[in-house]
Nanobody, 121 residues
Framework: VQLVESGGGLVQPGGSLRLSCVAS????????MSWARQAPGKGLEWVSG???????TYADSVKGRFTISRDIVMNTVYLEMNSLKPDDTGVYFC????????????????RGQGTQVTVSP
């Protein structure tokens, strides 16, 4: 199993980025996938998840600004991020979520190395 994130970078407040997570070793159609982030000096924070049935869920802090999606053919998960704020700065990880108790969280079966997102004037 391998997850490789890309698409991070430096963006001004109000800007947009699209993160990609290419999965290999398993079909993402069989997994619940999450995006999580870690800000400097802080713990891991769950951001968004997509179930096997394509239903999605978001943390309150990103709801209405971020969109998670997936391409089964490309075996890739995406995170579209709009109206970015400095508080969105951090390393963003893609992960296979264990969905403990039926809820997304930071209990991951596997995760990638992450991609840096910096939101700054």
């Amino acid at each position: 199993v391998q997850l490789v994130e890309s698409g991070g970078g430096l963006v001004q407040p109000g800007g947009s980025l699209r993160l990609s997570c290419v999965a290999s070793g398993f079909p993402i159609s069989t997994a619940a996938m999450s995006w999580a982030r870690q800000a400097p000096g802080k713990g891991l924070e769950w951001v968004s998840g997509i179930y096997r049935d394509d239903s999605t869920t978001y943390a309150d802090s990103v709801k209405g600004r971020f969109t998670i999606s997936r391409d089964i053919v490309m075996n890739t998960v995406y995170l579209e991020m709009n109206s970015l704020k400095p508080d969105d700065t951090g390393v963003y990880f893609c992960a296979i979520d264990r969905v403990v108790g039926g809820s997304f969280g930071i209990d991951f079966q596997s995760r990638g190395q992450g991609t840096q997102v910096t939101v700054s004037p």
